[in-house]
């Protein structure tokens, strides 16, 4: 299979970079997903749509085995303007900027060649083009809408670009459990009661609680949580009620903190968010102030399953050669809405190095981000032998 996806890089190539040009945000893409219906229909290959979101999926394979197995790509995109200086840039101030639109190229890629090798296929390839991987979980949404029955999904694969500088193009990076952290935002209003600068001591000082509670709050990540458990605490945005122009003799009467949670063990965002709010009662109460809180639930954190990661090794292995793919010693703060799948069905998400070498690096999420389109057939390989590897297993 790595010959035939090497012969179809073009391909890949080519969806990629028209896909590059319409980017969409959220769980609504219809440019996207209408060119994703159009290279379906020319492969012959029949799709479901859903009523929520303008996610796909469809079937390749015969019911001549029970199994199936579930190929995922995101399609979304980024509200950022795109600063490369690549001739198939967005121009409509979104930009794929984390990638999806080489995951969702390899996975078209993938499936033109599942059709035409339909009668070698020991069992059923389910394809998922998702939306909304970004903001609005749509993975969720389109489990809530039976994605993962008719047929019933077995497993699950799934994978991502990334950009790592010591590792060649094209090389694949996988970790057992705790893949990708969970992802999730706190609120807290404190209230006090504001007053002239000059007389603090008639006031009940929002900043001064504020300051207190930041402090505290980050002695639950060093005196608290075990330091082997990855736990990140980041507050983003501080604000007082005083208007944007500088005023600098008035205390407020309150200030609002944002932030967000990141958990590696999804047993650890419950105690988080218990001991946060702990503290906010805490210091509101000692210092005569009041608070509002809220702790929203993002995404889980995704968790490989390790039979998984064992088996998609030794796919990587057997086709692409050994020290193709290497697990990684710890998982990654970021979040990534697989993990809803994850919680039902085992499955396995990598990632594939696509760093452009010889140029300045820039991260995902950054407007200037590009990937290197030449090993993307790599990507498609893998989800093609991994799905055959899976049912004939």
């Known amino acids: 299979m790595l010959k035939h996806s090497k012969q179809l890089n073009d391909y890949i190539v080519k969806c990629r ?24 229909t020319k492969m012959n290959i029949e ?8 996610g796909l999926s469809a079937i390749i394979g015969t019911d001549t085995n029970t199994k199936v197995i579930a190929l995922r790509a995101d399609m979304d995109a980024l509200p950022i303007k795109e600063e490369t200086d690549v001739e198939f840039k967005s ?38 083009f998702q939306p909304g991987e970004e903001v609005g979980g749509g993975a969720k949404v389109m489990m809530d ?29 996988v ?29 009940k000082d929002p900043i001064f609680m504020t300051n207190q509670i930041i402090n505290m709050i980050q002695g639950i990540l060093t005196r608290e949580n075990d330091a082997q458990n990855p736990v990140v605490i980041s507050i983003a945005n501080i604000k007082s009620e005083q208007p944007a122009s500088p005023i600098y003799n008035i205390i407020p009467n309150y200030v609002e903190i944002l932030g967000t949670v990141r958990c590696l063990e999804n047993v650890s965002r419950d105690f988080v968010n218990k001991r946060i709010e702990e503290i906010v009662k805490g210091v509101t109460m000692t210092m ?49 809405d697989a993990a809803y799948y994850f919680e039902k069905i085992p499955g396995v998400y990598y990632a594939i190095n696509t760093i452009v070498e010889g140029e300045m690096q820039y991260p995902p999420h950054n407007s200037k981000f590009k990937i290197n389109e030449d090993v993307l057939y790599k990507g498609c390989a893998v989800l093609v032998q991994g799905s055959m590897d899976f049912l004939n297993k």
């Open 17 to 40: 970079r028209e896909l590059h040009q319409i980017p969409e945000t959220g769980l609504n893409l219809e440019k996207t997903v209408e060119y994703v219906k159009n290279e379906l």
């Open 47 to 54: 799709f479901k749509e859903f009523k929520n979101c303008t």
């Open 91 to 128: 121009t409509n101030g979104n930009m794929h900027a984390c990638g999806h639109d080489a995951h969702t190229a390899m996975l078209l890629g993938a499936a033109k060649i599942l059709k035409e090798n339909e009668d070698k296929l020991n069992g059923r390839v389910k394809l998922i």
């Open 145 to 173: 809408e039976g994605v993962l029955e008719n047929p019933k999904v077995d497993a699950m694969i799934a994978q991502h670009v990334i950009a790592i500088p010591h590792l060649n193009p094209g090389q694949l990076v």
């Open 175 to 203: 970790k057992k459990g705790g893949m990708m952290a969970s992802s999730d935002k706190i609120y807290i209003k404190v209230i006090g009661k504001g007053g002239h600068a000059s007389t603090p001591e008639i006031t």
């Open 288 to 336: 005569g102030g009041e608070y509002e809180y809220e702790y929203s639930y993002g995404y889980p954190a995704l968790y490989n399953n390790n039979d998984m990661v064992d088996f998609i090794k030794n796919t990587c292995d057997n086709m692409l050669g050994e020290n193709s793919i290497i697990e990684l010693p710890k998982g990654a703060m970021g979040s990534e």
